[in-house]
């Protein structure tokens, strides 16, 4: 697309034997490169962190190493029978297990699942009315996403207990994940609350005597641990939401016992929870009842062995014992569990945003394609029409520039084409500091209308502006020293400038090296990815970018403008926003067609990719004063330039994230559904294609390799795109980096326009 501001080799070979000392281009190449890793670097680990942050994001759901398990009917023969038939309050001091009842007419209050935003602050303010603590049993992961419920319910002066991070029946997972499940929701509370608790609740249990085998090697680890396990006399099962009365019926123990109650202040609908505790706080009260928590409990009933514990009605335990169960956080404990809290703090605000940006951004590509659709098809009838024609033909002889830097693989072939033009033209080509014979092959090819221009290396702009100067006619065609012309393509090129009004036409570049895989990938990319889209902006008269490989101008339209600049990486783009701006109109011929050779390995395709990337960046915010212009200069501002930036900068941006949220899915939330909504947009995609191929009438089997493309090569130009936002907003500076070329782009046989593959 440009050509290089320095030569690439020295222009006398190194003599035999003796190491060629890097060239000025090739150490600003290396030294530009050591710039750009970092900056990759910075894109990769910034895609990296959003991945990272929708995993915790997923683990926090449940969606990630989620387990819906739960273990019924086992059979408990490796639970003593002491522990079956007693309390519910477990522990192991000195490794026997012990049980605990709760004194008679007394009530232990125990919740599960919270804390939940809704639910836990009605549940505290109705502990706080009637001064009753209560017991919560808090899942890790809601704990981490609503740390301050969690701080203002131990401040109340409540207890905490643990009850797993992920709410998953532990008898089916291993050791390590049990560990896990309780460290995490330890180091929840230690951010949240900056303490941790001996408290425990397994997900899914209830009277001791629903202990089975499986689960009790969990219960004996943690007693080991230093745990105390607590389970439940009088279940309210209000999680059936069976009415106030039941609620306040089933939470009642019989005969003024004691009881450790279970409510749930979380994972569902609690209204009825929440009118029935205060009715049954208010009934228990009346029947002579006090309150106090599992520690406080504990305080007051001494364990009986290995077996049920007894004894007198106990008392509501003293202050310091309703939280005994709980200890500070301190050293890496603490700050580990903070940096827990604000990670999923990051990722609350993040996923939610990311979810409504890419719907947006869902929405926003699917109305392209419908728009591209209908705007192409409109345009394709518009120029096919048998009567359309821009005015009288222009017959005209007219220069063709043909910048060249070390194109000695591909001048002749680029030159030989043009001899075959069916329009008059003059061919001028500057010769920008070419150190491999390029002028000298160019001149011994003896064809007629060639002159040469030299100039030392100055870059594409300049001899594009140097053959400005000594072109000889008022339409200039600016092509690339690597790109071959069909005989039409020039008098296709110029019709457009019967209209007075034209100041530049774009042409249909094709790819020519189209056998092989990156090749086939970039004919797909630019029959459906930049000429579908330029028939769209034709008609809505706000073209960004005339290609750099086949464009006409006026060449008093170029001199208005000043010529092509040197201001940003994207010359094209630039001049082609700087004519609009000057009232001139741009526009598509898709008969003008131009076999271009496009990169042959990744490594070239993102280095021309990603100049492409940061010169349009340049050229738009050079030309943002467009937005705020009247007439054709604000017409592209507030129609082309939002066009631009939302759809080659914005969703490129986000596609990844498209991608890896698909991926998300698939793997942890519902497969079929993922894939049915990724093949959806990938059908979309094939029909826009197949509408492309058949307005380019190219050949549909390119298409088969579309899967694929979407698959690999579209992710690599995300990351390039990616890749020239950070460079953007780091402040960056591009050097343009001269591709590879091979020659083996020809004349392709005929005008039909099924190309040399």
């Not at 099962?237 to 979380?266: C, M, N, Q, Y």
């Not at 098809?377 to 910048?403: A, Y």
Request: proline content about 6%; overall charge neutral; aromatic content about 8%.
């Amino acid at each position: 697309m440009t050509t290089p501001t320095t030569p690439s080799t020295p222009p006398n070979p190194p003599a035999r034997g003796r190491r060629r000392a890097p060239s000025r281009m090739e150490r600003a190449a290396g030294r530009a490169a050591a710039l750009q890793r970092p900056r990759v670097l910075l894109a990769l680990l910034l895609l990296l962190a959003l991945t990272c942050v929708m995993l915790l994001d997923g683990y926090l759901r449940a969606e990630v190493g989620g387990d819906q398990r739960v273990r019924t009917g086992a059979p408990a023969g490796d639970v003593p029978d002491e522990v079956l038939d007693g309390g519910p309050i477990l522990s192991f001091p000195g490794g026997q297990a012990t049980t605990v009842s709760v004194p008679d007419k007394t009530i232990v209050l125990t919740f599960d699942d919270g804390p939940d935003p809704t639910w836990t602050p009605q549940v505290l303010e109705i502990l706080e009315r009637y001064d009753v603590p209560g017991t919560f049993f808090l899942v890790g992961s809601m704990v981490s996403r609503h740390p301050g419920i969690v701080r203002d319910m131990v401040e109340q002066g409540n207890e905490v207990g643990v009850h797993t991070f992920t709410h998953v029946d532990l008898s089916y997972q291993s050791q390590a994940r049990v560990t896990r499940e309780i460290e995490q929701t330890q180091l929840a509370l230690a951010g949240a609350a900056g303490i941790t608790t001996t408290l425990f609740r397994a997900p899914y249990s209830s009277q001791t005597d629903a202990i089975d085998n499986y689960s009790w090697p969990v219960y004996e680890s943690l007693g080991e641990d230093g745990y105390t396990s607590v389970f439940v006399d009088t279940d309210s099962d209000d999680w059936k939401r069976p009415g106030v009365s039941k609620i306040v019926e089933w939470a009642t123990p019989e005969d003024g016992e004691g009881a450790s109650v279970l409510f749930h202040d979380a994972g569902g609908e609690r209204s009825q929870t929440i009118e029935a505790l205060a009715k049954y706080i208010e009934k228990m009260k009346a029947k002579g009842y006090t309150f106090t928590t599992v520690s406080g409990a504990m305080a007051d009933q001494q364990p009986t062995g290995a077996g049920p514990a007894g004894g007198a009605p106990g008392t509501t335990g003293s202050g310091d014992s309703l939280q005994a169960a709980h200890h500070a956080a301190t050293g890496a404990t603490l700050y580990e569990g903070k940096a827990l809290v604000a990670a999923v703090a990051v990722a609350e605000w993040t996923v939610p945003a990311l979810s409504v940006g890419l719907v947006i951004v869902g929405v926003a590509v699917m109305g392209r394609f419908a728009m591209m659709l209908v705007l192409a098809r409109r345009h394709h009838r518009q120029r096919n029409r048998r009567r359309f024609s821009w005015g009288p033909p222009v017959t005209g002889p007219v220069s063709v520039i043909v910048p060249a830097y070390n194109e000695k693989e591909c001048i002749e072939a680029t030159l030989r084409s043009l001899a075959r033009s069916t329009h008059p033209i003059e061919i001028v080509v500057v010769d920008d500091g070419s150190t491999d014979g390029t002028a000298e092959i160019a001149e011994s090819l003896g064809l007629p209308g060639v002159r040469v221009v030299r100039q030392a290396n100055a870059g594409k702009p300049a001899a594009l502006n140097n053959g400005v100067r000594h072109a000889r006619y008022d339409i200039v065609v600016m092509m690339d020293g690597d790109t071959v012309f069909e005989p039409d393509t020039v008098r296709h090129l110029v019709q457009p400038f019967a209209d007075p009004s034209v100041g530049a036409v774009a042409g249909n570049a094709k790819v020519g090296n189209r056998r092989t895989l990156i090749g086939a990938w970039q004919h797909i990319e630019y029959v459906m990815g930049f000429n579908l889209d330029r028939r769209m902006y034709d008609l809505l008269r706000c073209m960004p970018t005339i290609p750099g490989a086949i464009g006409a101008f006026r060449r008093e339209a170029v001199l208005q403008v000043g010529g092509m600049s040197h201001d940003t990486l994207a010359e094209d783009t630039d001049i082609t926003i700087a004519l609009h701006r000057a009232g001139w109109r741009v526009v598509y011929e898709e008969h003008a067609r131009a076999w271009t050779e496009a990169p042959g390995s990744l490594g070239q395709l993102w280095s021309q990719r990603y100049r492409w990337s940061y010169g349009t960046m340049q050229a738009l915010w050079k030309h943002r004063r467009c937005l705020t212009d009247k007439g054709p200069s604000g017409r592209f501002g507030r129609v082309g330039m939002p066009l631009v930036v939302l759809f080659q900068v914005v969703t490129p941006v986000f596609a990844p994230l498209i991608d890896v949220f698909t991926v998300y899915s698939m793997v942890f939330v519902d497969f079929r559904a993922a894939l049915l909504a990724w093949l959806a947009v990938l059908a979309v995609q094939l029909v826009c294609a197949a509408y492309a191929f058949r307005l380019d009438r190219e050949r549909y089997r390119y298409l088969l390799m579309m899967p694929l493309q979407q698959l690999a090569y579209r992710q690599m130009m995300y990351l390039v795109l990616i890749h020239s936002c950070v460079t953007a907003l780091t402040g960056g500076r591009l050097r343009w980096q001269k591709l590879k070329r091979t020659g083996e782009v020809g004349a392709p046989a005929g005008t039909t326009g099924t190309g040399t593959g």
